[in-house]
């Protein structure tokens, strides 16, 4: 198994509060990135990092923001939640960019 | 941006039965993965096809990727109750840097 991490698995916030998700890796992948699941709707991208602090935007990158200032870790930071943003979050890595490895994921509830 | 239509939404089958499932784009790839959620984790890579025509087993699975590189195909024979989960298609072309477009997955049911 990759050696992939998300902290934390289960969170509760509330409206209007920041929240950052972390992704650790310990096998050296250059790319990383952040998805949300939800029902209905597979798997979609949020931000992916193609190395230290090369960021760029998925399909649904508003309300979040992301931050890679080592390679093993990235980082997913809500601004400010909203309800629309509670979902499962998934962290996945790549060593040449075609096999993506998971994380087990972090569920984030905004109340 | 490119879609992604997998089919079907969910199957419910018997043990012992062999199951096919299936990705269709608009457009084309470079790469077709096929994936596998187990409820409460993270999807697990199956089988990952890079040359149109090219067709790859993994065990009891068979993946194709469509000649025509917008389709690939998902094949599992011989089905037991640990193969229930979601599975998800993804495509990715060369040109944009490692980003996958996923279909929104098979819900796979099987009865005992």
Redesign the interface.
């Known amino acids: 198994d990759a050696g992939i991490t998300q902290s934390p698995r289960h969170k509760v916030t509330e409206t209007g509060t920041p929240v950052t998700l972390r992704c650790h890796q310990t096998e050296n992948h250059r790319?990383m990135?952040w998805?949300r699941q939800d029902p209905?709707?597979?798997?979609?991208?949020i931000h992916?990092s193609?190395g230290v602090k090369d960021t760029?935007k998925?399909?649904v990158s508003d309300g979040y923001s992301v931050s890679r200032s080592k390679t093993e870790d990235f980082l997913l930071t809500l601004e400010s939640a909203t309800s629309s943003q509670t979902s499962v979050y998934?962290c996945?890595i790549?060593r040449e960019?075609?096999?993506?490895?998971?994380?087990?994921?972090t569920r984030l509830t905004v109340t | 941006g490119q879609q992604l239509n997998q089919s079907p939404q969910s199957m419910f089958i018997q043990e012992g039965e062999d199951v096919s499932m299936n990705c269709t784009s608009s457009s084309i790839f470079n790469t077709w993965l096929w994936y596998k959620q187990d409820p409460g984790e993270g999807p697990v890579l199956l089988i990952a096809l890079y040359k149109a025509g090219e067709l790859t087993s993994n065990g009891r699975l068979t993946a194709q990727f469509g000649i025509t590189r917008k389709d690939s195909f998902l094949n599992i024979s011989a089905s037991i109750p640990s193969d229930v989960g979601i599975y998800f298609c993804a495509g990715q072309l060369r040109t944009n840097a490692g980003k996958s477009t996923f279909g929104d997955g098979t819900t796979l049911t099987v009865k005992p």
Request: a negative charge; proline letters at 4%.
């Open positions: 790319y990135y998805y209905g709707h597979g798997l979609r991208l992916y193609y760029d998925g399909e998934f996945a790549s960019s075609y096999e993506q490895y998971f994380g087990p994921g």
